[in-house]
């Protein structure tokens, strides 16, 4: 399976936004993302889920509104339905309440001021 980075711009600034690509490794499916607001990282994604995705890696406008399962969702807002860049996101980072360096998510506020969890 040949890897292929797709590209996202950022609604309001029309700076890069993230990158994304599906990996297969055996039976692990996964998507990778990097320079998105929460930086570099991959996910775990199911088989149905993986094959749904990457059948539409030629369509990014399609392929966004499948990103919104809580694992592919690193740099783009719900209720806007658009992605942001790291500038454009107001990220918070939120630790555990009981262990004060236990990192716990990133919450990110977009330039509409709706507030979504962009990891954890
Ligand atoms: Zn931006
Ligand atoms: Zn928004």
Redesign the pocket.
Known sequence: MQQKWIDYH?A??G?K?ASISFEQVGETYGMSHRDSPVGDGWEALSKENFEKMYAMRDDPEALIRQLKTPQGNKFFCDHCQLP??K??WRIQVIYADDHPCWYEKQLGTCPQGHTVKLDD
Request: charged share 35%; glycine share 0%; net charge positive.
């Open positions: 950022c309001r600034c700076e936004s942001y860049c500038k454009c």
